[in-house]
């Protein structure tokens, strides 16, 4: 190691690198190479330069697909993590103090357990469940109560007013198990004594929430809004599963990813579905960039 440590962790690092190398920087330098030209899967792809990008700025299916990734990034993170911070604050503060160490409510470990559990379940199996629970007549789940009470039956999916935020329900349904346990963890790590004297100061489980918990749980709240944000830029699966016609009805829940899939295995337009295949990675690494940048601040150590 004193005369040869460079080649040694050169020997190491090879092959990893090349893996990485070759199965991701090589696809993302092909997209971008794809997207400059008209290439239909057939004939040799004739080189178009930024032409499929200015057809980009005039094509009102990607501009709306745009729009609902700014409704996903605003709704889904959001509420994700405000219902999962407040099921973990419940699990491992909301209870009483035991020998000075604060508890979590009754049966905590099997609330875990509960509420991560869809995140066992494959993403398509989940869409499928909810094209039931939505089924807008007396077999849906909702629809069903509904109208065993003599209410007219909700159309989530064919609405179009309707159909993107019944979306973004099942993604929060299927998302806050992750970070339930995400946070559990985070507020596993904050000492029990930080509780204790705050209790001992007259602060409520409001105060205790916003004055200690949230501060010391903030680089795990910065993680989580990043993930939740790339999730916001994906959506695919359930999008081409639960909704009418992949994006219907009349592209009320189109995303990105689905206009990729159409443009490139319906219409066969590969180069121009690469050039927003190159759109979505700039705007989900501008946001993952802007997050990590706005909400940087000094770490509270304890």
Do not use: C
């Amino acid at each position: 190691m004193r005369h040869g440590k460079y080649p040694f962790v050169i020997g190491f690092l090879f092959a990893p690198v090349a893996l990485y190398v070759t199965f991701v920087i090589w696809p993302y330098a092909q997209a971008f190479w794809i997207s400059m030209t008209n290439w239909r899967g057939l004939s040799a792809p004739q080189w178009v330069g930024f032409d499929n990008y200015r057809r980009l700025l005039d094509d009102g299916a990607f501009w709306k697909a745009v729009q609902h990734h700014g409704v996903l990034l605003l709704a889904l993170p959001l509420i994700t993590v405000a219902i999962a911070l407040f099921f973990a604050f419940l699990l491992n503060v909301g209870g009483k103090s035991s020998g000075g160490q604060r508890q979590g409510v009754w049966g905590a470990k099997f609330y875990r357990v509960v509420f991560f559990f869809p995140q066992v379940l494959a993403v398509a199996i989940i869409a499928v469940l909810f094209q039931m629970v939505y089924r807008p007549n007396e077999s849906g789940l909702i629809n069903g109560v509904l109208m065993e009470f003599g209410l007219e039956p909700v159309l989530f999916l064919v609405k179009p007013n309707l159909a993107l935020w019944s979306i973004i329900a099942v993604l929060v349904w299927q998302a806050v198990g992750f970070y339930v346990v995400l946070f559990s963890a985070g507020m596993a790590s904050i000492p029990g004594e930080i509780y204790e004297a705050a209790e001992m100061d007259g602060a409520s489980r409001v105060t205790l929430f916003f004055r200690v918990t949230l501060p010391l749980l903030w680089d795990t709240l910065q993680v989580a809004w990043v993930y939740l944000g790339i999730a916001a830029f994906d959506a695919f699966a359930i999008v081409a599963v639960l909704s009418v016609d992949g994006g219907g009805p009349d592209g009320a829940t189109t995303v990105l990813a689905m206009e990729i899939y159409r443009n490139a295995f319906v219409y066969s337009k590969y180069g121009y579905a690469s050039a927003m295949g190159v759109a979505l990675f700039f705007l989900t690494l501008t946001f993952a960039a802007l997050t990590l940048r706005l909400t940087k601040r000094e770490s509270v150590e304890y």
